[in-house]
């Protein structure tokens, strides 16, 4: 008797170019654009004739390439076309996105872009960002195979991230920013332990699977 199809028969090959993965990649293409409109407004700050019209282009385009990130997501469910491709490229959006804000946003020698990230921030998520994707390339060759369990401080960092950078790019008083950027902070620094831990508990139980044979 032939096995019955799974119940997520749609959720494709790892290479399926889904609805969903069209609009992650329409997502990705987006940052570039944001990073120019970004980048022109610090270099019209420089040149001491500020262009808010590029700082709200590049609100804007932040705060689309932000929102459809569940809009993907959404479609994926709906359709049931969940696949590989999928779950690398929506996080690759996710941090691309807020990388290239990062960065254009902790520029301390333009005095005029207010309110700015502390660079120590911006080193903190770029660290966590190489550990993780360091321990997940060790995992992946030790193990076999990489399972990562989100977790709640994990999506709260993105989301306080995020809106930091809405906050900035708004140009709001920097009281509540410096709020957000400290519970983001937190937050990256304690989702990292924990996805560290997961990591050695992976490696752990390999070796003790090895170890039983």
Not at 19 to 46: D, G, N, W
Not at 150 to 155: D, E, I, M, V
Request: glycine share 8%; charged share 15%.
């Amino acid at each position: 008797m032939k096995g019955s199809a799974p119940s997520t028969a749609r959720s494709g090959s790892a290479t399926r170019l889904t609805l969903a993965c069209k609009i992650t990649i329409l997502r990705i293409m987006l940052v570039p654009l944001f990073m120019l409109q970004l980048l022109y407004y610090t270099l019209s700050i420089q040149r001491g004739a500020p262009n808010e019209y590029q700082r709200l282009g590049a609100l804007v385009l932040f705060m689309v390439i932000a929102l459809t990130d569940a809009l993907d997501g959404f479609v994926a469910r709906l359709r049931r076309e969940i696949t590989e491709l999928g779950r690398i490229l929506d996080p690759l959006a996710d941090k691309l996105l807020l990388l290239s804000a990062l960065v254009l946003l902790t520029r301390p020698s333009v005095a005029g872009l207010q309110p700015q990230f502390p660079i120590a921030f911006t080193l903190l998520v770029i660290s966590r960002d190489i550990l993780l994707i360091l321990g997940a390339v060790i995992v992946h060759a030790v193990v076999g195979e990489l399972k990562v369990r989100p977790r709640t401080l994990g999506k709260a960092a993105t989301a306080f991230q995020m809106s930091a950078v809405i906050w900035a790019l708004a140009g709001w008083p920097a009281t509540f920013f410096v709020v957000l950027v400290w519970l983001a902070g937190f937050c990256v620094a304690v989702s990292t332990l924990q996805y560290v831990m997961d990591g050695v508990h992976m490696l752990e139980s390999a070796q003790a699977a090895d170890g039983g044979r």
